[in-house]
């Protein structure tokens, strides 16, 4: 090896270049690598150091189930230095690295490493610093992996379940259909509550079915027709004093939407029960469920106000995350995700609002260029 003068100046107050190394060895030259180019293959003999004048580098770890997968572990990039934990440790090394981009690689041995080291011990500083980064962020990844991996085995677990409900359902609810139908015909005048009992049965197939599509990651295409707002606020307006019954709740509707509008009614209504049934349970005593209807620029806005506490500040960023739930006993946190992706099968957004003056709004909005 031929040794030059190192320079004079402390590592702290220099940027690491090829031109900092070749200050220890003039004939260290750049290495290139094409994009997707492995540079480090995981096992191999740890015998170098990389710096990284150019392009940037995966840091990757082959799955056991298969070898040919890697899971991502960093991306480093131009001044950084990679390859060391395996000439510290003199073991082989634990992962592979990869060029995401056309890369230039500086090779330095481990004798010259150790020499550039005891020259500026600043860079062992440096180098630890580096490290704790990495781990730090590692265990940050670590943690979100698990969190995903446990959100995802519960929603394995519940779309096997919704299966089975389905199909154990099936029987009963045919069942309970053809008899509401039966009864209408041997009771003239009945229509009224068989058609409900009918719709009502078929509610609870279509919420089963809900779950399992978002369960298994299934996006249904919604039936788009034209729409009467104010029959179907009427509707919703109707079904919604039955439940709130007994309870000092004003419902109240605003439409200001005067022309046909245009949305699967069927699932927008489901969104519309739901948001509802928060409000009236978020409220504890009395207060106001308000429903107010607009269009603008070629957008339907449908909020559902309440005058209640209002979703807790500690969860308002994550309400349309899975399993998210606080203050309901019996709360899946499946509601508002299943909401949104409804929505959102419209094209749609389903957007969470607090109010300065408490309680909460939530806005529906539906373009009007799906027709």
């Known amino acids: 090896m031929n040794q030059a003068k190192s320079p004079s100046e402390p590592l702290g107050k220099r940027k690491l270049s090829a031109q900092f190394f070749k200050g220890f060895d003039k004939d260290i030259k750049p290495i290139t690598y094409t994009k997707g180019e492995q540079i480090i293959g995981e096992n191999e003999a740890a015998e170098s150091v990389y710096f990284i004048c ?10 056991k189930q298969d070898e ?26 634990s992962a592979s ?9 500086i090779r330095i041995s481990k004798d010259l490493f150790i020499q550039i080291a005891t020259t500026y011990p600043e860079i062992l500083f ?27 085995n519960r929603l394995m677990a519940i779309g096997m379940a919704a299966s089975k409900i389905i199909h154990d359902i099936k029987t009963p609810l045919t069942v309970i259909v053809l008899t509401a139908q039966l009864i209408e015909n041997l009771f003239p005048g009945t ?3 068989s058609q409900s009992i009918v719709k009502q049965a078929r509610l609870i197939d279509q919420l089963v079915r809900e779950i399992l599509d978002f369960a298994k990651g299934v996006d249904s295409t919604p039936l788009i027709q034209k729409v009467n707002l104010s029959e179907f606020l009427d509707e919703l307006r109707e079904m919604n004093q039955a439940t709130l019954k007994g309870r000092k709740i004003e419902f109240v509707v605003e439409n200001k939407v005067t022309e046909d509008v245009y949305f699967d ?14 409000s009236s349970e978020a409220i504890q005593t009395d207060g106001e469920i308000k429903i107010l209807a607009t269009t603008s620029s070629g957008w339907l806005q449908i909020s559902v106000i309440d005058d209640g506490p209002g979703v807790p500040p500690a ?20 509601g508002l995700p299943i909401c949104r992706k409804l929505v959102q099968e419209h094209s749609g957004r389903l957007e969470y609002i607090p109010l300065t003056s408490g309680g909460s709004r939530f806005d529906i909005r539906i373009p009007q260029t799906i027709k």
């Not at 150019?54 to 799955?63: D, Y």
């Not at 690295?97 to 690689?105: P, Q, R, S, W």
């Not at 009614?265 to 928060?278: C, D, E, F, G, P």
Request: glycine letters at 8%; proline letters at 2%.
């Open 191 to 193: 229509e009224e509550f």
């Open 315 to 334: 969860i308002r960023d994550k309400i349309f995350q899975p399993f998210v739930s606080e203050g309901k006993e019996n709360g899946t946190g499946l």
């Open 54 to 63: 150019k392009g940037k580098v995966e840091i990757s770890k082959g799955l």
């Open 265 to 278: 009614a069927t699932k927008i209504r489901r969104v519309l029960m739901n948001l509802i049934k928060n």
């Open 68 to 93: 040919s997968q890697h899971a991502q572990l960093s991306v480093l990039e131009e001044g950084e230095i990679f390859g060391e934990m395996g000439i510290i440790t003199e073991e082989p090394r």
């Open 126 to 152: 440096d180098l630890t610093r580096t490290l704790s980064g990495r781990l730090r962020d590692t265990n940050e990844r670590f943690v979100a992996l698990m969190d995903e991996m446990i959100d995802k």
């Open 97 to 105: 690295v990869f060029a995401l981009d056309d890369t230039e690689l």
